[in-house]
């Protein structure tokens, strides 16, 4: 098989021409992301949240009394996670939280049909400033990033040079993976909104911020196939180029919209 297997992976880079009709006909980067997970999709949480703030700020009170704590679970952009807080004084509180969120999508890049799975977990410490002693409050803060994208993909069989045609029904053999991260320390900085009430019992948080995470950094990206393509000096400028298509793909996500609603209870 290693004698006679065609190297449509470096070869096809080099023979820019001979299927340029076909490659100019196809997309070239047509993404199929879950309609509630992909970036348009976040943002839309986004302003649907904010819109709810803007509702909210203008009913806001006191705050809780200082020395007030909570805990509560939450969901948004980030996925799920628990919350717990301490107010310290009329204006100033702490809080503290975990969150996890795991998915996938498709996209196409050019030759090469991914499917990208991030998982989000990730820790975050905030300090939540209250300008008027009231709900509406401003944060800043820092999250331990643990987001990561497994990447998997495989050469589209109608964009193979006409010569490797016959050979279409092995491509799946061969896959392009790897893992993609963000900075392991990502600043945050936001708004959000606190129900209030004297004394004990349930209430909710609204938080509206960017996760500023930094550029992605694809590792470890490599061919994995049966017959030893992958170990070839000469595939090494391919993957290069496989690698910044690919962050060129995920860096829309350098700022990372965040939205969440919590359901606390405090004591």
Known sequence: MKNFLPNPFFSATKKTNTNAQKTENAPQNSARYPPYLCLRGVQSIF???????????????????????????????????????????????????????????????????????????????????????????????????????????????????????????????????????????APYLGIGWSSNQNGPGWGFNLDLGVLFQGKPEVSELHLEDPWGVGQRSELQSWLADKRQDIVDELDKYEYYPVASITVKYSF
């Open 47 to 185: 302003f649907m949240l904010l819109l709810t703030g803007c509702l909210l700020a203008p009913a806001s009170t006191s705050l809780a009394a200082p020395g007030e704590a909570s805990i509560g679970i939450k969901g948004g952009t980030l996925g799920v996670g628990v919350e717990a807080g301490l107010n310290m004084s009329e204006y100033f509180a702490v809080r503290g939280g975990v969150n996890y969120l795991t998915f996938d999508f498709d996209t196409t890049i050019k030759s090469i049909d991914y499917n990208f799975e991030p998982t989000f977990f990730n820790a975050d410490l905030l300090l939540d400033f209250h300008p008027f002693a009231n709900a509406f409050r401003l944060t800043g803060g820092l999250y331990l990033n643990n987001n990561e994208v497994d990447v998997d993909g495989v050469y589209r069989h109608d964009l193979l040079p006409p010569e490797y045609q016959q050979y279409s029904y092995i491509t799946d053999q061969a896959h392009v993976k790897g893992t993609v991260s963000y900075n392991s320390l």
